[in-house]
């Protein structure tokens, strides 16, 4: 299935987030995350106006953590 993110809302890419996050937080480490989790970060970030500053800044540093989790 692909995933068209700018036509997400806000919401379902947070809760799609969720899920990816889950995935790791499983032991997962498979490289279609890490691109995964790449595309979830850019799309917040152009949906920024969206989201308070914080909030967005929450997922960001968070999303970054989980991409530095997932080896090269």
Known sequence: MDLNYEEMTTCEIIEYYK???DY???GFRVEGLKDELNLISKTLK???TEMSGSELDQYLVEIETY???IRH
């Open 19 to 21: 899920r990816v996050k």
């Open 24 to 26: 790791i937080d499983q």
């Open 46 to 48: 152009g949906k920024s």
């Open 67 to 69: 991409l530095k989790s």
